[in-house]
Antibody
């Protein structure tokens, strides 16, 4: 059974770069799309972007200038970098598997709360 | 402001049926049969309940069903149970650039 686990700093200073990693266990990262989604406190879900195991990416246009998603198939993990963060980037960040045929997020990590504050 | 519009809250008594709407546009819900629905309990990750408008993943109760008419998708939960109390989010494919747009979420209360 595939499981996802996010890891990374829980506190990031304004203007710095947020970095998170998602480790995929119980299955291979290959042949799938992998995504990052975030949820500000008390608010709804916001798609950040996805990466295919081959390395091709697609980002939310509203975040595109600040987002980089990368993948390391040898370690079965993928990562998120969000630069120039502000308080508006404070959120629970989820990694998820994306089914390309149905465009549905079928497996999710437990999420990690990241706070942007000095 | 979310791209897809959902009611902020709905409620129902145990055993009843409720429907949650999700209104989009011709750019998303109206153009693609790629609407999914997610259930989220407090402090938990979302769980996929419906994909491709009306398909259920293995393990999801058949009390959950989905449909679509024009640019509005709907999630119906029949035979309401206490454990169904949660937030529900719709999501739609919106083209290769925007890709995925979510609704603002609906809080379901089981009375």
């Amino acid at each position: 059974q595939v499981q996802l686990q996010e890891s990374g700093p829980r506190l990031v200073k304004p203007s710095e770069t947020l970095s998170l990693t998602c480790i995929v266990s119980g299955g291979s990262i290959s042949s799938y799309y992998w995504s990052w989604i975030r949820q500000p406190p008390g608010k709804g879900l916001d798609w950040i972007g996805y990466i295919y195991y081959s390395g091709s990416t697609n980002y939310n246009p509203s975040l595109k200038s600040r987002v980089t998603i990368s993948i390391d198939t040898s370690k079965n993990q993928f990562s998120l970098k969000l630069s120039s963060v502000t308080a508006a980037d404070t959120a629970v960040y989820y990694c998820a598997r994306l089914q390309d045929q149905s465009d549905a997020f079928d497996i999710w990590g437990q999420g990690t709360m990241v706070t942007v504050s000095s | 402001q979310s791209a897809l519009t959902q009611p902020a809250s709905v409620s129902g008594s145990p055993g009843q049926s409720i429907t949650i709407s999700c209104t989009g546009s011709r750019s998303d819900v109206g153009s693609y049969n790629l609407v999914s629905w997610y259930q989220q309990h407090p402090g938990k990750a979302p769980k996929l309940m419906i994909y491709e408008v009306s398909k259920r993943p293995s393990g999801v109760s058949n009390r959950f069903s989905g449909s679509k008419s024009g640019s509005t998708a709907s999630l119906t939960i029949s035979g309401l149970q206490a454990e169904d109390e949660a937030d529900y989010y719709c999501c739609s494919y919106a083209g290769s650039s925007t890709y995925a747009v979510f609704g603002g979420g609906t809080k379901l209360t089981v009375l």
